[in-house]
């Protein structure tokens, strides 16, 4: 199985702060890769696909990038309504696989 | 509005069976797959697997073969998730998705756009 790594485990950030979440793959996905946003109590919502294309209705301050084993989620300046968790998922090879999440807290 | 509505909260014992239903409305049921993804409690996600609506096909995770069915029923646009031999780590929120792109834009996975509000199942003695 292809094994996705999310880093930081935690993030710590201010309203206003461009921040950058990172997942690696164990082998290479293209741009096979998925993020997705989940608060608590929610079920996850789709932020972004193929690596780097914006869901509809996703404000464009989310933004993706990488191809092969490196993607980067970036917020380009963060709102009180995005302090949540960020997971990738691959679905390059099956099983389509998830990080482990990165939980981004208000500093 | 497009949503996935599911059914309501379980409680199983150990060995038992459980069936949860995930009614969707608001688009074309037949032209999209769903997907089942669960979630134990505090833990990250896991995709337990897909079935196309419009054929009927499936994947499903290779840790859950012969204990998982998914499928789906046209006539009232609802999928199905059953899940045999309960065990205590099957303890999850379990919740429904629908498949992006389309089956007319071919047999691919893109992620997963709409989701169910998710159902609890707990397995307990």
């Known amino acids: 199985d292809i094994q996705m790594t999310q880093s930081p485990s935690t993030l710590s950030a201010s309203v206003g702060d461009r921040v950058t979440i990172t997942c690696r793959a164990s082998q290479s996905l293209s741009i096979w890769l998925a993020w997705y946003q989940q608060k608590p109590g929610k079920a996850p919502k789709l932020l972004i696909y193929k690596a780097s294309t914006l869901e509809s209705g996703v404000p464009s301050r989310f933004s993706g990038s990488g191809y092969g084993t490196e993607f980067t989620l970036t917020i380009s300046s963060l709102q009180p309504d995005d302090f949540a968790t960020y997971y990738c998922q691959q679905y390059s090879t099956y099983p389509y696989t998830f990080g482990q999440g990165t939980k981004l807290e208000i500093k | 509005q497009v949503q996935l509505v599911q059914s309501g909260g379980e409680v199983k014992k150990p060995g038992a069976s459980v069936k949860v239903s995930c009614k969707a409305s608001?688009?074309?049921?037949?032209?999209?797959?769903i997907s089942w993804v669960r979630q134990a409690p505090g833990q990250g996600l896991e995709l337990m697997g897909w079935v196309s609506a419009y054929n009927g096909n499936t994947n499903y995770a290779q840790n859950l073969q012969g204990r998982v069915t998914m499928t789906t029923d046209t006539s009232t646009t609802t999928a199905y998730m059953e899940l045999r031999g309960l065990r205590s780590d099957d303890t999850a929120v379990y919740y429904c998705?629908?498949?992006?792109?389309?089956?007319?834009?071919?047999?691919?996975?893109?992620?997963?756009?709409?989701w169910g509000q998710g159902t609890t199942v707990t397995v307990s003695s």
């Open positions: 608001g688009y074309t049921f037949a032209t999209y797959g």
């Open positions: 998705a629908r498949v992006i792109p389309p089956a007319d834009q071919g047999n691919y996975f893109y992620g997963m756009d709409v």
